[in-house]
């Protein structure tokens, strides 16, 4: 189990609708507005998206806080990651981390050096700053899965300086964004850098997995390279649609900020209580938990008896079998869920 | 302009809606069922897409005659284009070709070996069986793109042999499969066989360019390669979904079918008292046209002022600037498409 969300494979141990806790989701689902925009892509699909995805661009530009020309595109953030990895020879990954950080260079052939967070999960920055040289993509989820942590600012700042002078370059992969307490947006951050790359995405905190928009701001010779080798064609007409309304929904996206902060502060104190887990704090809608008994195997198969798929963690480099993570999900199930772990 | 369909780029040209005759969609367009399906979508893009599209390769299998692993699935035939190419050195093409067939070997950093066609665009077999050596890729367009022209079942068969024998593999782009009259069906010509690819999409017969869906026959062990190298949840919950019902409308593929080839007959006649211009005989869809006057930017022009958007074709390696391509378009736009030729 490389990634969460494969409750298929599941289905057959539990007699009922499986709660997918493995995938890290919007509970409160996507905006409303959402339906009307499919129903005009549906005039669309009969004609070839536009080759430019000029629309596009300029809906996720205004979001962003930058121009149409900043703007990539892709099916979904990993196809911006595997793009982005194809420019370069080496990449530098913490671990644990998001698996496909070290899938698609050895798909592609690249060398992958592994520098290990600290105990807490933190950015080792001394040792990380050791390994990066001239030519190297540093590749860091921010904040990082599976353990939700933000990069700290001042430490980010630092990364980036660092790199910029040893001709190195920096890619952010923030698809969990949205779901962070304000602290900084990187993208004002490093607005003008050259060697930068911040991915942001639609699958996560707009409800959408299904519909596969990932978008990335980066300097406009970046995006030039970058769609030199893209694919064409590679977003779909839906995705294109949606962009026309859903980052205007100003409702929605107060909306879920709250909702989430509301109950990650609920299941991080509620579990906090059980003796056999330890949980790290969390900036986002998902959390890692390292298991004080039994492993990730006797608890996937106790829950998924309650209905509940959690995602075992020892898949994740770095991690082995005493560690699970879990999503923040509505109040109901957060619920149901925490009356689950207080049980095993 | 590698690619045809970009309408908007030329928007500001002519008053009105533009006819496209530079991109080669069903004139019917889509299945009606279709619609239900993508309603049926809405529920599942809050979901990831089955990472191993079980039921949408049940769905293709079906349709295509083979089991579900025998089915390789892509964002478009290109990403599969892509993916095959990936596997290989030297990719061996005729020309001119579907100019992706040419890029991406180039994106990736493989060495592409040109073959010209012969005369009348049909396959020159000695020329490219001579180039032919282990380890070789051969990618060829049935029918081929720009030129209209299915490969003749006996060429066929000769060129998988001798690819067989050498240890060469054979990858058949058959995206406009659906449009031609029957000849032979590649699938059932090769089942079993280990060196072939066999493409088709949705895009065009489906008259779906917008959902995004490839779709391809191989070996299961090719499909096992190839899943390994592909990114993860490549295609959307729409086009996942479509395929619960697009393949099963036999009244669509029917009329299509018929509509097309009354319509390739209707525009083959008219245009060929055209004296000014050499029409290339096609079996498929589109068409190829050699201007004996003028060259492509005078006709372009001369059409788009009458709404007509129509193909040049000098960005196709191997044709100069008196070459264009036109789509087969329904019975009215292909009426007044001849009026307009005929004004030329």
Request: proline share 3%; charged share 30%; glycine share 6%.
């Given at each position: 189990?490389?990634?969460?969300?494969?409750?298929?494979?599941?289905?057959?141990?539990?007699?009922?609708?499986?709660?997918?806790?493995?995938?890290?989701?919007?509970?409160?689902?996507?905006?409303?507005?959402?339906?009307?925009?499919?129903?005009?892509?549906?005039?669309?699909?009969?004609?070839?998206?536009?080759?430019?995805?000029?629309?596009?661009?300029?809906n996720i530009g205004e979001y962003l806080g930058c121009s149409p020309d900043e703007v990539i595109v892709g099916n979904g953030a990993v196809e911006i990651i595997d793009g982005i990895v194809s420019m370069f020879n080496r990449v530098v990954v913490v671990v644990p981390c998001?698996?496909?950080?070290?899938?698609?260079?050895?798909?592609?052939?690249?060398?992958?050096?592994?520098?290990?967070?600290?105990?807490?999960?933190?950015?080792?920055?001394?040792?990380?700053?050791?390994?990066?040289?001239?030519?190297?993509?540093?590749?860091?989820?921010?904040?990082?899965?599976?353990?939700?942590?933000?990069?700290?600012?001042?430490?980010?700042?630092?990364?980036?300086?660092?790199?910029?002078?040893?001709?190195?370059?920096?890619?952010?992969?923030?698809?969990?964004?949205?779901?962070?307490?304000?602290?900084?947006?990187?993208?004002?951050?490093?607005?003008?850098?050259?060697?930068?790359?911040?991915?942001?995405?639609?699958?996560?905190?707009?409800?959408?997995?299904?519909?596969?928009?990932?978008?990335?701001?980066?300097?406009?010779?970046?995006?030039?390279?970058?769609?030199?080798?893209?694919?064409?064609?590679?977003?779909?007409?839906?995705?294109?649609?949606?962009?026309?309304?859903?980052?205007?929904?100003?409702?929605?996206?107060?909306?879920?900020?709250?909702?989430?902060?509301?109950?990650?502060?609920?299941?991080?104190?509620?579990?906090?209580?059980?003796?056999?887990?330890?949980?790290?704090?969390?900036?986002?809608?998902?959390?890692?938990?390292?298991?004080?008994?039994?492993?990730?195997?006797?608890?996937?198969?106790?829950?998924?008896?309650?209905?509940?798929?959690?995602?075992?963690?020892?898949?994740?480099?770095?991690?082995?079998?005493?560690?699970?993570?879990?999503?923040?999900?509505?109040?109901?199930?957060?619920?149901?869920?925490?009356?689950?772990?207080?049980?095993?």
């Open positions: 189990m490389i990634h969460g969300g494969d409750v298929l494979t599941y289905k057959h141990l539990y007699d009922g609708e499986i709660m997918d806790f493995s995938s890290n989701i919007n509970p409160l689902g996507y905006p409303a507005c959402l339906k009307e925009a499919i129903f005009s892509g549906l005039d669309e699909i009969t004609r070839y998206p536009d080759i430019k995805y000029r629309r596009l661009r300029k998001f698996m496909e950080y070290i899938l698609r260079p050895g798909v592609l052939g690249k060398e992958v050096v592994k520098v290990g967070l600290n105990e807490d999960f933190s950015i080792n920055e001394v040792a990380l700053l050791d390994v990066v040289r001239e030519g190297d993509l540093i590749l860091l989820g921010n904040p990082n899965n599976p353990t939700g942590k933000r990069i700290d600012k001042d430490i980010l700042i630092r990364i980036q300086k660092c790199a910029e002078e040893r001709g190195a370059f920096l890619l952010l992969d923030e698809a969990f964004y949205e779901f962070c307490p304000l602290d900084y947006d990187s993208i004002e951050l490093f607005s003008g850098s050259k060697n930068v790359c911040i991915i942001r995405a639609a699958t996560k905190f707009f409800g959408l997995p299904g519909i596969r928009l990932g978008y990335a701001y980066a300097d406009k010779s970046i995006v030039k390279s970058f769609d030199q080798r893209a694919l064409p064609w590679s977003i779909n007409a839906f995705a294109d649609a949606a962009s026309n309304c859903i980052f205007k929904d100003k409702d929605f996206i107060e909306k879920s900020k709250k909702y989430i902060d509301e109950q990650r502060r609920y299941v991080t104190s509620e579990l906090k209580k059980i003796k056999t887990i330890r949980i790290f704090e969390t900036s986002t809608n998902f959390m890692l938990i390292k298991l004080l008994k039994g492993n990730e195997d006797d608890i996937f198969e106790f829950m998924i008896k309650r209905g509940i798929m959690i995602r075992k963690a020892s898949s994740f480099y770095g991690l082995d079998k005493s560690y699970v993570r879990i999503a923040i999900k509505d109040g109901e199930r957060n619920k149901y869920l925490v009356e689950c772990f207080k049980e095993y």
